[in-house]
């Protein structure tokens, strides 16, 4: 069985549902959104669930409810494209044709990537706030700590928001001062760069709070390996290629990321990209060899630091441009590379990061270092933005 529409996207997440939005705004009649799951998550909110100042209802809305009405959703999970017959594969075994294709299915985990991952989080010692079912997990653990080590890891190569590894950790610290036991807690930070972030400005606002937390950095490290029996934590320095054995008595680990295996496998990322992204113009967002494909979000092979800031000004460009195409005009709408990482360091305020693909700042508001800590931020993050992803991005309107 064959079905064919105008435009098909592949996932319905962020990126899938508001560019369908944005398009059927703009006009186009026959959309169709391919999107195996019933719920659609915020995932930002992750990391404040995880730091005990979100609640899980937040965060997830059904499936059917964020799709644009008149936009067909396909509840399938693409497994092939051919773009070379203009058809994608669907695991129920039908294909759906296209004239434009959207591809944005977002990353995948790779929990086996280290040894021991996999049973560490599902351990009663273990947790990972990029799983939405064990944020809640993480602040339980969190927030009934009176003593001990805890130990929050990122790994190296493509990651979603690539702060977001250290949100839960800073929460923490701050409710533990509050309740008076931070003193008690060791808490180690592993980070696979040579500094917290990567911009001079915005690290400076964190390794001062990570100074007033006294938190361990281990920069230029990572996670490989972990004995969930024993609790044991193998930390590789690459620097100096050392490694030590972190006994721990909470692990919040980050998995290590790429694009989904079934797009590797596909002729859509560029030659001997073992990450698997989506080989596009990183300014049009169209593919690089196939005029009808586009993509946008996480699984796009964009040079920004992956987050859903970026993926917004994403959505303009992409859209603006398909219907360029359509037109047979030229693309005139152009990504210029921006992302975002809002930090919670505290459970008041945020370090608000805005900068480019080449990690310079690129504040929304010219001169204005929206990267201070400050409360503002705070709000922005927690109370402003879930309102406006619900209510605006998801419906093609901001
Ligand atoms: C813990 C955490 C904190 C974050 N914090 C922030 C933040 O503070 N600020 C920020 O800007 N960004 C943040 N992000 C990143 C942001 O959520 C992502 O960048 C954004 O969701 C990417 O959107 P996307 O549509 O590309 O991918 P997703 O939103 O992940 O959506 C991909 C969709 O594709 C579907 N899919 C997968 N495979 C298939 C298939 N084969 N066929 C069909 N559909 C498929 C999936 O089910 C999913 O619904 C955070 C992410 C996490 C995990």
Redesign the pocket.
């Known amino acids: 069985m064959a079905r064919h529409h105008e435009v098909v996207i592949?996932?319905?997440?962020?990126?899938?549902v508001s560019l369908a939005a944005r398009l059927k705004r703009y006009g186009i009649k026959d959309i169709a959104l391919?999107?195996?799951?019933e719920h659609h998550l915020y995932?930002?909110l992750?990391?404040h669930i995880a730091g005990g100042r979100a609640l899980v209802k937040e965060a997830v809305r059904s499936q059917e409810s964020v799709t644009p009405k008149g936009v067909a959703w396909i509840k399938d999970?693409?497994m092939d494209v051919d773009a070379k017959s203009n058809s994608v594969a669907l695991a129920s075994g039908s294909t759906v044709t296209y004239e434009h294709l959207v591809v944005?299915?977002?990353?995948q985990y790779h929990w086996d990537a280290v040894p021991g991952l996999a049973a560490s989080v599902h351990s009663p010692y273990g947790a990972s706030?990029?799983e939405f079912e064990l944020a809640p997990k993480l602040w339980t653990l969190l927030s009934s700590m009176t003593s001990g080590t805890v130990i929050f890891t990122m790994p190296p190569g493509p990651v979603?928001?690539a702060g977001?590894s250290q949100k839960p950790m800073y929460l923490a610290c701050d409710y533990w001062r509050e309740q008076g036991v931070l003193e008690s807690i060791r808490v180690v930070m592993v980070q696979p760069y040579p500094t917290v972030f990567g911009i001079p400005e915005v690290d400076r606002e964190l390794d001062r709070n990570i100074a007033e937390y006294g938190i361990e950095l281990r920069t230029n490290s990572e996670l490989v390996a972990v004995d969930a029996a024993d609790r044991v934590a193998t930390i590789r320095n690459n620097k100096d290629n050392s490694s030590e054995e972190l006994r721990y008595d909470v692990l919040n680990a980050v998995p290590p990321q790429s694009a989904?295996d079934?797009l590797k496998t596909t002729d859509l990322p560029a030659p001997g990209d073992h990450h698997g992204f989506v080989e596009v113009d990183t300014r049009t967002l169209r593919h690089s060899r196939y005029p009808n494909v586009w993509s946008l979000?996480?699984?796009a092979g964009t040079a920004n630091s992956?987050?859903?800031?970026a993926?917004r000004k994403q959505t303009k460009v992409l859209a603006k441009n398909l219907l360029s195409a359509r037109k047979g005009e030229a693309l005139s709408a152009k990504y210029n590379g921006y992302s975002?990482?809002?930090f919670t360091v505290s459970r008041r305020t945020v370090v608000f990061a805005e900068f480019d693909a080449n990690y310079q700042p690129m504040p929304t508001i010219p001169k204005v270092p929206t990267w201070k800590e400050s409360r503002l931020s705070w709000w922005v993050d927690r109370d402003m933005f879930p309102q406006v992803y619900w209510h605006l991005i998801l419906k093609g309107r901001a």
Do not use: M, T
Request: hydrophobic share 30%; proline share 13%; net charge positive.
């Open positions: 592949i996932g319905g997440g962020n990126a899938g391919i999107e195996p799951k995932q930002p992750f990391s999970r693409a944005c299915p977002g990353l706030h990029y979603k928001c977001a989904p079934w979000g996480d699984a992956k987050a859903g800031g993926l975002v990482c809002p």
